[in-house]
């Protein structure tokens, strides 16, 4: 999907580990967000930002963090994955047009 | 609080028959409605969305929505199914002033040949 791209693509983790899933975009756009999609549920939002320096929580934060320390990258980082963290994760981007743009995705795995 | 109801999870269709997605919504605020698909291993593509202008929203190859107020649904048509539009389609609300998407749980669409 242009304008947002997301590193990995895949990942397996042990649980305990840490890691962090990236994502950039190329639109200089102010908000940036993060979902997990889990079967059955629809996407949940992780956690968002509405520019550089501002991060706040969506609806599932516990286990995650965030930085948004420059407006082309939001990096999402688990601390200590845990089983329940297995996931489809998707980043996206908000231009002005109130169209949300969504990166092709990160699927992760924890054992 | 706003929250998403996709009344279906699984919609099954003959090939150029129509198709219908049903989606009802709450919402707090004058809410902004999308419609999403997402093809099997794929990202999510924004097929439509609602912003407070035509209440009948025209999308992306041949889809399009009405928002209706007064029933608080969105609901999804296209008149003639083609095989390239089996997907999961999701029903999103974005309440006005908030960055905060409610995604629905989604709606397999199956394409019979």
């Known amino acids: 999907n242009a304008g947002v791209t997301q590193t990995p693509k895949f990942q397996v983790l042990k649980t305990g580990q840490s890691m962090t899933l990236q994502c950039a975009q190329d639109m200089n756009h102010e908000y940036m967000s993060w979902y997990r999609q889990d079967p059955g549920m629809g996407l949940r939002l992780i956690h968002y930002s509405v520019g550089a320096g501002i991060t706040d929580q969506g609806e599932v934060p516990n286990g995650y963090n965030v930085s948004r320390s420059t407006t082309e990258d939001f990096p999402l980082r688990l601390l200590s994955a845990a089983p329940s963290q297995t996931s489809v994760y998707f980043c996206a981007q908000r231009g002005g047009s109130d169209g949300y743009t969504f990166g092709s995705g990160t699927r992760l795995t924890v054992v | 609080a706003q929250s998403v109801t996709q009344l279906d999870s699984h919609v099954s269709v003959s090939e150029g028959t129509p198709v219908l997605l049903r989606c009802n919504y709450s919402s707090s605020y004058s809410p902004s409605l999308f419609w999403y698909v997402q093809h099997p291993n794929k990202g999510l593509q924004l097929l439509l969305k609602?912003?407070?202008?035509?209440?009948l929203v025209k999308g992306i190859n041949g889809f399009e929505a009405e928002f209706k107020k007064s029933e608080t649904s969105f609901h999804l048509t296209k008149p003639s199914a083609h095989m390239s539009d089996a997907a999961e389609y999701f029903c999103?609300?974005?309440?006005?002033?908030?960055?905060?998407?409610?995604f629905g749980t989604g709606t397999r669409l199956t394409i019979i040949p």
């Open positions: 999103v609300v974005r309440p006005g002033g908030n960055e905060k998407l409610t």
């Open positions: 609602y912003t407070s202008a035509a209440t």
